[in-house]
């Protein structure tokens, strides 16, 4: 019985490890683009760091916008949660860098243009893009 239960264990730490905290790798920009913004506005901020390009900009301005969050009324993160996504455009600059320009309906008059870069086979939202 304890072979079974330590076999279990190991097999579901296993599968655990190689899927980066249980989400999918995005298999385009597009996709990268919807979950970075989804995960942000249900303010998951684990599941939106996985989908962000690592770097000390980003990894600052992910923190600022968790703060943002945190700070929110209870029923405006419910309206977050809520909320479409609406793609205007997605241009693929080239292989590895694209634009994704969206709008969300909690706040549909703010237009958002970000870069989604491949890097190392995964795309990932370069946040600090959405400063330009």
Known sequence: MKTIIAFGVLTALILGCGSRGGYEKAENAQDAGREFIRASLDGDYARAK?????????????EQQKRNYQQLKSNEKEERRKSSIRPITIVNVNDSVAVYKYFNTYNPADTTTMVIVRSKDEWLVDLKSILD
């Open 50 to 62: 996985f989908y962000m390009l690592q770097d000390t900009t980003n990894a600052m301005l992910i």
